[in-house]
């Protein structure tokens, strides 16, 4: 497809289990941003990944959350041991990265439930 | 402070009028800005990237003060359909972590337009 791709859309979990959630960004995209949001809330800023840099994990809530990025395009986000302030909806964005002027486009997200 | 920030509103426009709203950004060398528009329990989708000199796309405007450091998105004849959370994006870059140009956002700026 030509857009970001995530998946599950959705995900309902038990309290403690850990989760994965994936992200396909558009290919080409170098650059690839991880966010959450809680119901009425706005974006909160979790990593980002540029090219083959370090990634900048300095919006990661604690140390349960953790995320790769394998060959430069897919991107998966794990969340151990989960708590139910987890609950939100996790968004994926990616651009052309280089250069400015590149926007974000963004998947449809991951809804995810903790029980 | 943060480093994007908007009111959160909501604006309530009745329509066919016109609604504008600014957003501040706090770093001075950030380069680009975008607007970007989410509907409820939907992902944040590119309106219009906000350039120098100002720029229309039909019934929105969008403007730069570089002096002051804000942006603005103004409406006119507001549709229903206009309803929505408007996001502010500011880009910049940085050579922290993964190295590139790195989009903020800010909390949005909910827009009701009742009939």
């Known amino acids: 497809g030509a857009g970001v791709s995530q998946s599950p859309s959705n995900k309902v979990t038990e309290k403690g289990k850990d989760v994965e959630l994936r992200c396909d960004p558009i290919?080409?995209?170098?650059?690839l941003y991880w966010y959450r949001q809680s119901l009425g809330q706005g974006l909160e800023f979790l990593i980002y990944?540029?090219?083959?840099?370090?990634?900048?994990k300095s919006g990661l809530p604690s140390d349960r959350f953790s995320a790769e990025r394998t060959g430069g395009s897919v991107s998966t986000l794990t969340i151990q041991r989960t708590q139910q302030e987890d609950s939100a909806v996790y968004l994926c964005?990616?651009?052309?990265?280089?250069?400015?002027?590149?926007?974000?486009?963004f998947g449809d997200g991951t809804r995810l439930s903790i029980l | 402070r943060k480093e994007v920030e908007q009111d959160p509103g909501p604006f309530n426009v009745p329509e066919g009028a016109t609604v504008a709203f600014n957003c501040t950004y706090s770093?001075?060398?950030?380069?680009?800005f975008f607007w970007y528009r989410q509907d409820c329990r939907k992902e944040p989708k590119l309106l219009m990237s906000?350039?120098?000199s100002g720029n229309e796309d039909g019934r929105f405007t969008a403007q730069l003060n570089r002096a002051s450091q804000y942006i603005s998105l103004l409406i006119r004849d507001s549709k229903l359909s206009d309803s929505a959370t408007y996001l502010c994006?500011?880009?910049?870059?940085?050579?922290?972590?993964?190295?590139?140009?790195?989009?903020?956002f800010g909390g949005g700026t909910r827009v009701l337009v009742k009939p």
């Open positions: 964005a990616s651009s052309l990265g280089q250069g400015a002027g590149q926007p974000q486009h």
């Open positions: 994006v500011v880009s910049r870059y940085t050579s922290r972590g993964a190295a590139g140009n790195k989009l903020t």
């Open positions: 770093n001075s060398a950030s380069q680009s």
């Open positions: 990944f540029q090219g083959n840099s370090a990634p900048d």
């Open positions: 290919s080409g995209h170098t650059a």
């Open positions: 906000v350039y120098s």
